[in-house]
């Protein structure tokens, strides 16, 4: 949405800091990834790169609590890396307020595959702790698909574990 700029002239190895205004239409959905080709352009040269955005608020699985009306929710690495191995990370996602009950959808879901799920996995508890009623455990590409909180408070917590070896 912004026209493009004339950046004067830049210096081998400078910073520029510019700002380029984004607007996305209504009804993209929330985790669409949007990719952005930038071209720099010289007299006698020219060069490219690629960045790429997603959609809406993105929350990494950290030990926290939050409320949030929507996001997309991440392991601890983010869309494009692996999770960390040796991990063990507690996030509770609040209902906005009372009345109100979190939903969470998953569009992919990948971990270490067990029979047991005893190496890398993935816990739901339907309530604000892991002391909550538990939902189900997840590993491999048993995706949970859709979870809505049940419990008095609308909140679901997701308590990640991956074991000390690398994917």
Known sequence: NTAPKNLESILVQEDIA???NISVAAGIPIGKVITLKFTVVSEADSSA???EFV???QVYMSNQ?????SSV?????GRTRNYSSDADLTTTFLAPSSGQFVKAEFLSFELEPSD???????NI??????????IGTYCGNNSPATIVSTDASGALTFQFHSDEALR
């Open 65 to 69: 609590q939050l409320s949030t009306c």
């Open 55 to 57: 959609i809406g608020n």
């Open 18 to 20: 510019f700002t380029y």
């Open 116 to 122: 047991e799920c005893e190496y890398d996995y993935l």
């Open 49 to 51: 790169f690629i960045k």
């Open 73 to 77: 929710f991440y392991d601890d690495k």
């Open 125 to 134: 508890y339907n309530g604000v702790s892991v002391s909550s009623p538990l």
